[in-house]
């Protein structure tokens, strides 16, 4: 298999496109924007849920289900949050299409079953939610209610890119009601938390823990907490977020209980999502030239032994020794795969494996039979090392730690060389045409200032660090006053 | 907690629609004919998807995700499948909402987002999955495909009903393709075969094992195979079905592949699908005017403990006793929930778990602990033993398995003395009417009579069962010939 992958020095952007295609993660479909992702690519976002969902239940919340379709009025219900989705969503106007009388076997919209009201397509699930909650709370006995939905939802993108920016997109969506704000704040932080601690220690993604500043909060949202990742071409990307809202959703939606004097209160709520965009943030932040790179915590396949034979009673031999090896590492809990296909050369498989970003491959030969050993070789690092039978399965299992734990120390150290403090507009500009990153720089807190600076240079703010220090300085563009450093970046 | 449950005997649509709702499992949305799926009854089609895709995946199949969107143009690519599901579709025209000019605050459809081609929200997935397929298969190498889905779904129904017939509802969607007829046949009876397995062993619901006549096959499909289950009402409910496609989507879409010969042929393809309607279906094979019963295998808390306490101490000696039980039930991997709110009294958790359908209640009190006892309350049976603490871990893992049990005999009792066998129409009417259930009658082969019958009683052929004998006999409407008897029904 020949892998003819663009390299990353040479373009970035095309190596990312060709990766995620060449490696069986995803492709466009025959719908705009939208796309299929494929059982390789699912296989790995399957993980992702799993450990996410677990994490979900461990702190409380359980899963439900709510509908695809927001009426209109419903959705206009919160203006802002209506007011930031109304320019990208999908509009569902009809219930039927008929025959075309003017052409046999084609179909057309039939203009008599029009909607009375229009149904959006989600974007996202607020105000179906809201309306719903307002049946299922009474009393502050009824709070907290701790809800998560998976689902597909629908951003109208104009500009997609497969997995990072798709029209459909799959994700979960956390919704959640309380009797406080400082419940509700409590809430939103810790899932922060959770999706932090996820990307560092499955994704093997170092992550900034921040808050966005107003100018980039979710619509609807008192306060949008975030985790920032920085990707290996310098920019930036924004890996998940948990918004407080406020009592905004209750108001919109009369969502009112009876605290435990009696009094009737608004609810505070939260939501916060993570989405498919994690499979890019994933391939962009570990893999190489040579194909994807996948932490062993995410891998569908986490080992691959490969036989190399010259006959038939060679690799009747080699199978024999790989079923007690596959036996015992899948006892630790480990997926190997044994590739005997005999269709296919092994320097074929290897390149298979090696754009497939599995973690570990193992060949055995008749000289590995003689001596007893066998080659072990590294996705991440490249490097092969012959290993003795008698502590394959250990020097495997301690292996697939280490490269759970390199795969985050080098992506950790590439973002700590990232970051960097400026303290002019001149720095700031050089920062980011030549070494790129996180740009740490003082601002004056305005939106303004924000505009004019993501107008001259394309870079947001990113976020505003949640252990930032007090730090008295003057804005890098207006020079006004500031109290503390926030992060720029391009981002994605 | 008060139940107030209409008594199936009184009305037993209205009971169902009311259990659904108090026993906390779905209810009916803000949005026309789409459901919400609550918590409790998310945690069970959670147990039924984990239970599947093991099976799905056991058999060789992988997941991935397709569109939620079908391009108009390619949805009337398969002619009998684009007939049968335009009458009920879901239709996107535009893309963008734009501020009322006219009533500020409200929001109105920019006529200027119009898109170029119409896009259907998906009711089934073979037209968008089928146009990924052409790309995914040139040689003979590559097949089969055996892919499933897990996904939302819109059929724009117009008499609504929770879990069996919703507008929006949730599913699997197998979609395979292969080189051979006879491959194709094999695997779509092997995928009826899971669904029945599944139905026998987790949900304790009896199913028949047929194929479906002209009339009533999936529309695009040359066989449809399905389930057929029997509700405590003598009505049938379709429970899954799967699909032989022949080459009818592999022409349709173009999708060829070189054989080991080097010719080129079109590929044969299955599909096969069950849904959120197998809620229906579990509350209404085993449910009863207490509330839900629910088969060990997928209830979401398996055994429930309650402490019947005067004082605060009591109640501390109590919980530490079952903080034990509780540990060793769970290392045999038993859910089980302790009770211990102090909000509640008993009797309120007894009622309670009765409508939720627990299939096992313990009870400790001042009494017990002196004696060294548990009273054990089955759900299904909703009788009481008194069961000694040194057994008590062993009993209630062996109750459990014999409730699994007791509830597929029951069912399957009842679905066995409600299948009649016919001679005559008067006969045939004389049943439908009174005793109700399958109708097990010759019929002489034609969609004519099929349709008669239907308009005259209600009742369709809901299968051909796979295991019918072959019998000279002569239809009970037409009198003429046949060779083997249908299963007719009143159907869901």
Redesign the interface.
Known sequence: MSKNLTKRSEDYSKWYNELVVKADLA?N???RG??????YG??I??KMQAELDRMFKETGH???????????S???AE?KN??GF??????????????DPDNK???I?DPNAKLEE????RPTSEA?IW??YK?WVQSY?DLPLL?NQW??V?R?EMRTRLFLRTA?F?WQEGHTAHATQSEAITESVQMMNVYAEFAQNFMAMPVIKGFKTETERFAGAEETYCIEALMQDGKALQAGTSHFLGQNFAKAFDVKFANAEGKQEHVWGTSWGVSTRLMGALVMTHSDDNGLVLPPSLAPIQVVIVPIYKTEEQLETISAEVATLTAELKKRGIVVKYDNRT?HKPGFKFNEYELKGVPVRIAVGPKDLEEGTFEVARRDTLTKEVVLKGSIVNYVSDLLEQIQSDLFTKALNYRDAHITEVNSFEEFKEVLEHKTGFISAHWDGTAETEEQIKDLTKATIRCIPLDRKEEAGTCVFTGKPSVGRVLFAKAY
């Open positions: 492709e479909s025959g719908v939208c796309m299929v992702i494929k059982p699912y296989a976002w399957e359980q899963n439900a289900y709510f509908p695809l379709f927001v009426p209109k419903m959705f206009e203006e209506a007011e109304a320019k990208e969503c999908a509009i569902v106007t009809h219930y039927r299409l008929k025959t076997g084609k179909l919209v229009e149904l959006i397509v179906i309306s719903t049946g006995r809800i689902a597909n629908v109208w459909e799959l269709t």
